[in-house]
């Protein structure tokens, strides 16, 4: 028993020292966007994604866009290094508010948090809210 | 005799993932992000809590099916190389059902959701084996009569040839070794989302079980793999990630409204919907090779 809590605790101080190290050597990089990049992305996510419209959202760790073939309405956003994308359609949006020039998203899929996208104005987050209710 | 391969093997996977950081930090062949890594270590961390937690069941469950075994195989050399080719297709056979039965697959995509492909990848491993059961896929060889203490031992070696194969490091090994066994660029396809990439290369150690199935893709040097799952998770909670398709499989069933949709929501592909309105792997491979013919229709 001794042997295993030994062997419990060395693994622990292990995944942290090793968690410890790769934070030194690459530091803690946030993944930034911009329209191509976001278009690009969807593309390899979606064959034959057609960029309509866009908006980057003030921090450029996310952008809303639309597939010009259908209408669709698409979020990527940066998760640490990477991006994640998702179809912003009523089956997928739990809830969508507007507060300002931010739109508050909760979604059906448990496995990504609420986002919360900013915009620089007022109107592109309407506009936007607007599109999804359409999507 | 009690003898780990993976416990043995443990320091070199620490020294060699601290090599391979170091190689990347200075050569820029490869990534590491820090809470992706640190996922995959509590991930593989957490597999050997759950692990020994839970082992008893896969020994209850060979209790239950060794009276029934052809004959006893005895420890030998010989033995113990049979036992490790014929584990190996079982390992094949499982692997193949974890990518094309969501039942299994929710315990097997703990380890394809990250982005990122590293030694660490390797250790990302699931927590919810004793929920699929998948060791019911080891019992050919119990019934052959192989000593389960022989299916531990040959199992832990296969699961440390895996550990290497997981790099962007290593382009390609020289040809008759890429021929017969896997290797880091066979993997590198079996990770990756890209259309042409998907549900190949399920091989554990010799590929030569993909191209005898046709499921070997070979990786083309004009496209570059993207790893991760097909909807990548926004999160590194390693609970979510551990436990998200089973949950995902909780909600389906709740909302069934036939047997149909039942078994389909279990044992069908993972993305399988009553009416296909989700993107299966098969719907993502037509779709892509539709759209690559109306793009170039001489082809």
């Known amino acids: ?135 | 005799m009690h003898f780990d391969p993976t416990q043995l093997a443990t320091p070199a996977f620490i020294l060699l993932v601290i090599a391979e950081m170091l190689f990347i930090r200075f050569s820029g062949r490869g990534r590491y992000e820090v809470r992706d890594m640190a996922t995959s270590l509590i991930m593989g961390f957490g597999s050997v809590i759950f692990g020994t937690a839970f082992g008893f069941i896969f020994v209850w469950f060979a209790h239950l099916v060794m009276p029934y075994r052809l004959m006893t195989v005895a420890w030998s050399i010989p033995a113990v190389a049979i036992c490790f080719v014929l584990d190996d297709l079982t390992y094949y056979v499982w692997h193949r059902s974890a990518h094309r039965i969501r039942w299994f697959w929710a315990e097997h995509v703990t380890h394809h959701s990250s982005q990122h492909y590293n030694l660490s990848t390797a250790l990302r491993q699931p927590w919810g084996g004793f929920l699929t059961i998948g060791f019911i896929f080891k019992t050919p060889l119990l019934l052959l009569g192989f000593p389960l203490g022989m299916l531990a031992l040959v199992g832990g070696i296969n699961l440390v040839y895996q550990f290497w194969i997981h790099t962007e490091v290593i382009k390609k090994m020289p040809r008759w070794f890429e021929a017969v066994m896997n290797t880091p660029s066979h993997h590198r396809v079996h990770h990756a989302t890209n259309a042409r990439y998907l549900d190949a290369n399920y091989a554990g150690v010799f590929i030569v079980w993909d191209k005898m199935f046709g499921s070997f893709v070979p990786e083309d040097e004009n496209e570059r793999p993207r790893y991760g799952i097909v909807k990548n998770l926004a999160t590194f909670n390693p609970f979510k990630v551990a436990f998200h398709e089973f949950i995902g499989i909780a909600k389906d069933l709740a909302s069934a409204r036939s047997l149909r949709e039942v078994v389909g929501y279990i044992f069908a592909p993972p993305g399988w919907s009553p009416d296909g309105s989700r993107e299966t792997s098969d719907s993502i491979k037509q779709r892509w090779a539709q759209f690559r013919s109306a793009q170039s229709p001489a082809e």
């Not at chain 1, 042997?3 to 410890?20: K, P, R």
């Not at chain 1, 990477?82 to 496995?111: E, I, M, P, Q, W």
């Open chain 1, 1 to 135: 028993m001794t042997t295993q809590i030994y062997y419990l605790v060395f693994s622990i101080v292990g995944v942290a020292a090793m968690v410890g190290l790769c934070a030194f050597l690459f530091g803690r990089e946030v993944a930034k966007l911009d329209t191509r990049t976001a278009a690009a992305r969807l593309a390899y996510d979606v064959p034959g994604f057609r960029l309509g419209n866009s908006a980057l959202s003030a921090d450029t760790r996310s952008a809303m866009l639309e597939d010009a073939r259908d209408g669709s309405v698409w979020l990527v956003t940066a998760r640490g290094d990477g991006f994640v994308t998702r179809r912003l359609s009523r089956r997928d949006v739990k809830a969508a508010s507007r507060d300002g020039a931010a739109l508050n998203l909760r979604f059906f899929d448990f496995t990504f948090p609420a986002a919360v996208i900013a915009f620089h104005d007022e109107d592109v987050a309407r506009d936007w809210q607007m599109r999804m209710e359409r999507a």
